[in-house]
């Protein structure tokens, strides 16, 4: 008979995990993947401004909240942990990562958890996991994320596919998560929101793959708020900007196109706006109608090109 000391118990959240800052923008986030359903909602921990929580393993929700209470109260990083464990009779079967806003690290994986086991620590992140491939893992994903460029959410991706590459949960794959908090992110309309990323995948054969299209969607509709918000405020110069990088990422997308033609009209710039409607329209035929109703057009509207675009068939 199998006991719990020959092999992890299934509750178990067997998992690599990664938190960390971006000191440049203010952002903290966690990533993490498991051999878990829904490791998103008991393992990640983000509190803007704050910091962000790892706790995995023989994992209990409660030291997310517990530890973050005590960075913000000043306490640092490995006396918060500390702490957090120093009554739980349970310490040495639990792996907890911590991060403070202002990038200092620490972990514990305890002596009862389970092979590989371990972490890292670096400027501005730690890594951890437990059940893995072998150490291998924790040292690809530091390296991915300090040789990753571009947002914080994009290095704590990068890092878990590095991490699943060199090997990953030993058992397998099944979930995975990222949060990504920044101090007074939104426009005036969500003032107080700070929650900047916030995707799951509960139950997937290629979890991380699959936070990686998600994280796609998520930026391509990200960068139309962005360009939305500076409309908004009659910069269309700014919006113009935003948009024709974003129509750079996602040349297929129909509506970032037409978005840009809107954007274009506006600012005066009308052959490049005649240019990405039709691009948009040829994408989505839907987009005809909507323009010949479409009063950010009015500037082109009596030009032939557009008439010609719009009454086509």
């Known amino acids: 008979m199998t006991t719990f000391k020959d092999q992890p ?11 960390a800052v971006d000191p440049s923008t203010g952002q903290v986030g966690v990533a993490v993947q498991s051999k878990y359903f829904a490791v998103g909602t008991v393992v990640p921990w983000v509190r803007a401004g704050i910091g962000a929580v790892a706790t995995q393993a023989l994992g209990v929700a409660r030291y997310g909240p ?25 310490a040495e079967e639990r792996q907890i990562g911590v991060i403070q806003a202002d990038g200092e690290a620490a972990n514990h994986t305890g002596s009862k958890c389970f092979d590989w086991a371990g ?16 150490e291998e893992v924790v040292d690809k994903m530091a390296s991915a ?12 991706i990068t890092s878990l596919e590095a991490g699943q590459a060199a090997g990953g949960d030993s058992r397998g794959q099944q979930s995975a998560a990222i949060l990504v908090d920044q101090v007074g992110y939104g426009d005036n309309s969500m003032e107080g929101i700070d929650r900047l990323v916030d995707l799951r995948v509960d139950d997937h054969e290629t979890p991380i793959a699959e936070l990686r299209r998600l994280f796609g ?9 962005k360009g939305m918000s500076q409309y908004s405020k009659g910069d269309f110069a700014a919006a113009v900007e935003i948009m024709a990088k974003a ?59 557009f008439k010609n675009l719009v009454s086509s068939q």
Request: aromatic share 8%; net charge negative.
């Open 9 to 19: 118990d299934p509750t178990w959240k067997a998992t690599f995990s990664i938190v």
């Open 66 to 90: 517990e530890i973050l209470d005590a960075l913000e109260k000043g306490v640092r990083p490995a006396e918060a942990l500390k702490t957090a464990i120093s009554t739980d009779p349970q």
């Open 119 to 134: 972490g890292r620590t670096g400027p501005n992140f730690s890594v951890q996991g437990n059940i893995l491939a072998g």
């Open 145 to 156: 994320f300090l040789n990753t460029s571009g947002s914080l959410a994009e290095q704590l």
């Open 217 to 225: 969607l998520w930026q391509h509709q990200d960068m139309i708020e």
């Open 247 to 305: 129509n750079n990422q996602f040349p297929e997308s129909a509506n970032i196109l037409y978005n840009l033609a809107c954007f274009e009209s506006l600012a005066g710039i009308a052959s490049e706006s005649i240019i990405h409607l039709r691009q948009a329209i040829t994408l989505d035929a839907s987009f005809r109608d909507l323009s010949k109703k479409d009063s950010d057009f009015d500037p082109v509207r009596e030009m032939t090109e």
